[in-house]
Every structure is written in structure tokens, then in C-alpha cells.
């Protein structure tokens, strides 16, 4: 069955340090990729997808993701993070052929930002 | 109003009660999505609506009733529910290309947060 992993619960890292978050899927096709990130008391909003092509994506706020396929992996970087990134982050592979657009999301991490 | 709108935002009931939550989208999307999101736990998706007409129930108990009276509008409508019900409940729409190659993003409300007694 198609599923995510994000390995790290919380992540703590300093302000202007950089940041990487791990993300690992089990998917039989080609994947679409996502990364969201949910900001206390908010919904959703969508950083950055992959679908096909150069396997370095750009997302907002600064955020880049790789696509790496014999690793399944696709890991959200940022070089310098800031005090306002400090958020959830969820990723997600889109299912098709299921009649409909289906996500299927990761448990999510929790980032922290220190001083 | 823009993007995607739920109310209400906090939502406290008893297992007695009946109660909705609404969603709706100023997107122009065809498709829309209710979500469940429980604490230590991947977001878990419950409906989903394509042209107003429902084409997943992905297992949910039948004390959660969903309404698609037009492509803007979704309802979530709650009854005798329990108290591991208490969760934060997502809406997300997306333009669903409906068989073809590419992927759409969707588009989430806020939430509403609700609570079980």
C-alpha cells in the first residue's frame, strides 16, 4: 500500500542554520511529491510539488525539495531558516488512478526554531 | 471572502448532539475534500466530492453525513458523535482534471477545531 514516512517528529535548529527534513514514500508508479506546512491554528499551505523533470524543485519562502528516486526520498531543505518557519511540515504523494485527485500524508514534523 | 473558508472555527459538542460544519470555496475548483486531523496522526482523508457528486467514503462511521448541494459548497454534518471524534476537520478543494496527466494542488481551509464531551 502507497504510504509516507517523515522519521523525525520535532526538529529543533537554530535561527539562520539550515535545515533538512526527511521525507521517505512507498509507491509502485512514477510519484507526485508534495510538501505542505501548517502554521498553529491554520490550514494547509502548499510549499513546493514534483512531478517530472529536474529532480531539484523550488517551493516559497526559500524552500528547495529533491527528488530522489532509488532512495525514494524526497527531502525538504531550507539554508537559513528563520524564526517564522517554526511550523508543521507535511509530506505527500498523490495517488491516480483512483477515479480521483487522492493525497496521502505523511504523520508530519514539527519544527522548532531556536534563538 | 478568498481561497477556502470554514465554519465555524471551534466547534465544542455532546455525544447528543447534532451539529454541521461548512466549507466553502471561492476557488472555482470541481472538486472538494473533508479531512481528519487527529494529534500524532497522517491527515486522513474521509470524503470526496467531484462535480458535487461524492466519489469516496473512505470508510467513515455513518454518524458523519457529508452534503455537496453545488461545487462551492460542502457540509459535514455530526451526530451522536464520540469523544475520540475530537479532532481538527480540513476542507481542501482542487480543479481535478479528471483523468488527465496532470496533478492539481489543493487548496485547505483553516479548520475547524472540534470537541467531543
Known amino acids: 500500500a502507497q504510504s509516507v514516512t517523515q522519521p523525525d517528529i520535532h526538529i529543533t535548529v537554530s535561527e539562520g542554520a539550515s535545515l533538512e527534513l526527511r521525507c521517505n514514500y512507498s509507491y509502485g508508479a512514477t510519484p507526485y511529491l508534495f510538501w505542505y506546512v501548517q502554521s498553529p491554528g491554520q490550514g494547509l499551505q502548499l510549499l513546493l510539488k514534483?512531478?517530472?523533470?529536474?529532480?531539484l524543485v523550488q517551493g516559497i519562502k526559500g524552500f528547495e525539495a529533491e527528488f530522489k528516486r532509488s532512495q525514494s526520498s524526497f527531502n525538504l531543505r531550507k539554508p537559513s531558516v528563520h524564526w517564522s518557519d517554526a511550523a508543521e511540515y507535511f509530506c505527500a504523494v498523490g495517488l491516480m488512478n483512483t477515479g480521483f485527485q487522492k493525497l496521502v500524508f505523511g504523520t508530519g514534523t514539527r519544527l522548532l526554531v531556536s534563538p | 471572502e478568498t481561497g477556502v473558508t470554514q465554519t465555524p472555527r471551534h466547534l465544542v459538542m455532546g455525544m447528543t448532539n447534532k451539529k454541521s460544519l461548512k466549507c466553502e470555496q471561492h476557488?472555482?475548483?470541481?472538486?472538494m475534500y473533508w479531512y481528519k486531523q487527529s494529534a500524532k496522526k497522517p491527515l486522513e482523508l474521509m470524503f470526496v466530492y467531484n462535480f458535487k457528486e461524492q466519489t469516496e467514503n473512505n470508510s467513515v462511521p455513518s454518524r458523519f453525513s457529508p452534503e455537496c448541494p453545488n461545487s462551492s459548497h460542502l457540509f459535514l454534518h455530526l451526530h451522536t458523535l464520540q469523544p475520540e471524534d475530537s479532532a481538527l476537520y480540513l476542507c481542501?478543494?482542487?480543479?481535478?482534471?479528471?483523468?488527465?496527466?496532470?496533478?492539481?494542488?489543493?487548496?485547505f481551509g483553516p479548520g475547524t477545531r472540534l470537541t467531543v464531551l
Open positions: 481542501a478543494s482542487s480543479q481535478d482534471p479528471l483523468g488527465g496527466s496532470s496533478y492539481n494542488e489543493q487548496f
Open positions: 514534483y512531478f517530472s523533470g529536474d529532480t
Open positions: 476557488l472555482g475548483h470541481n472538486a
